[in-house]
């Protein structure tokens, strides 16, 4: 099926790995024109010469300053306005893993509200003036399941990404008949590199396959398989994050889409 990138003009944050390179390098195969972003230049660069993109943004999205830069940076390498966001730039900036919400200091709140909802915020509305303009834009924030089933431990995390998912269906509310749609992608537990690499040393293993890891984990009690067998992969994100960033998409706006093989138990 042909989606329509061809020549369409995305930034995808936090694309120097994991979740948000797959989806970089899926929408640059389907025709778009991608810039790629993170805040280590050599990262960034090594995936944007890889899938053939526009260019590079560099910039923490923690801070306004930051945002700012990254969008200027996108705007420049695409030669025009961006007209697919991929808010994908996250995950806990505090690593609580261990403490409960009353043991996490207000200042680690504040950090996972910073990295994980504003830094999507201060995004969107820079970019959003532009594709009110051309009457076209797709905004995609990458959540979590825990914004919707949180654990009791890490929730200055999971918080914040519940506050994305509030931001999205406001903000989807907000621009209507604009031509601009905005949804929440929420993935379940993805093997990322970052997930393989911190396994294998956990289980003193250099070659481990996914599989072992995974039953490893699953073993150790560190999780349940979910319904679908086994754990997510980034592709499996870049897949409905490519379909939500077709112009064919239009009438899909301010939902929630699951990627996490069932592991939420809900009706939606
Ligand atoms: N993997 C999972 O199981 C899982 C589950 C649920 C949700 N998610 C969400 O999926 C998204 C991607 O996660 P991932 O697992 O693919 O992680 P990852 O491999 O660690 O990649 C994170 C990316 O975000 C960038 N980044 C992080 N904080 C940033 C900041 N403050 N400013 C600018 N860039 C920042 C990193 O850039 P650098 O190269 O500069 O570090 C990197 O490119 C996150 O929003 C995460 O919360 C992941």
């Given at each position: 099926?042909?989606?329509?990138?061809?020549?369409?003009?995305?930034?995808?944050?936090?694309?120097?790995?994991g979740?948000?390179?797959a989806?970089?390098?899926?929408?640059?195969r389907?025709g778009?024109?991608?810039v790629?972003?993170?805040?280590?230049?050599?990262?960034a660069?090594?995936?944007?010469?890889?899938?053939?993109?526009?260019?590079i943004?560099?910039?923490?999205?923690?801070?306004?300053?930051?945002a700012a830069a990254?969008?200027a940076?996108?705007?420049g390498?695409?030669?025009g306005?961006?007209?697919?966001?991929?808010?994908?730039?996250g995950g806990?900036?505090?690593?609580?893993?261990?403490?409960t919400?009353a043991?996490i200091?207000?200042?680690d709140?504040?950090?996972?509200?910073n990295?994980?909802?504003?830094?999507s915020?201060?995004l969107a509305?820079?970019?959003?003036?532009?594709?009110?303009?051309a009457?076209?834009?797709?905004?995609i924030?990458?959540?979590?399941a825990?914004?919707?089933q949180?654990?009791?431990?890490?929730?200055?995390y999971?918080?914040?990404?519940?506050?994305?998912?509030?931001f999205?269906?406001?903000?989807?509310?907000?621009?209507?008949?604009?031509?601009i749609?905005?949804?929440?992608?929420?993935p379940?537990?993805?093997?990322?590199?970052g997930?393989i690499r911190?396994a294998?040393?956990?289980f003193?293993?250099p070659?481990?396959?996914?599989?072992d890891?995974?039953?490893?984990l699953?073993?150790?009690?560190?999780?349940?398989l979910?319904p679908a067998?086994?754990?997510?992969?980034?592709?499996d994100?870049?897949?409905?994050?490519?379909t939500?960033?077709?112009?064919l998409?239009?009438?899909?706006t301010?939902?929630?889409y699951?990627v996490?093989?069932g592991?939420?138990?809900?009706?939606?």
């Open positions: 099926m042909d989606l329509k990138l061809t020549g369409r003009r995305a930034l995808v944050t936090g694309s120097s790995s979740i948000g390179e989806v970089a390098r899926m929408l640059a389907e778009a024109a991608v790629v972003h993170g805040r280590n230049r050599d990262r660069g090594a995936v944007a010469t890889d899938i053939g993109a526009a260019g943004a560099l910039g923490d999205l923690s801070t306004d300053e930051g990254v969008h940076a996108a705007v390498a695409l030669g306005n961006i007209e697919i966001l991929v808010n994908n730039a806990s900036s505090t690593g609580n893993t261990t403490k919400p043991e200091a207000i200042a709140w504040l950090s996972n509200y990295a994980n909802a504003l830094s915020v201060r509305q820079l970019a959003i003036p532009a594709m009110k303009d009457a076209f834009g797709r905004i924030n990458v959540s979590s825990v914004a919707v949180p654990n009791n431990l890490g929730s200055d999971s918080a914040a990404k519940s506050a994305l998912n509030n999205t269906v406001s903000l989807a509310g907000s621009l209507k008949g604009a031509g749609t905005v949804n929440t992608v929420s379940g537990i993805i093997m990322v590199d997930l911190f294998r040393s956990k003193g293993d070659n481990m396959s996914i599989e890891i995974t039953a490893r699953v073993a150790a009690k560190v999780f349940d979910p067998g086994r754990l997510g992969t980034p592709e994100l870049a897949i409905v994050i490519c939500l960033a077709s112009p998409s239009g009438f899909v301010g939902a929630n699951r996490d093989g592991q939420v138990r809900s009706l939606n």
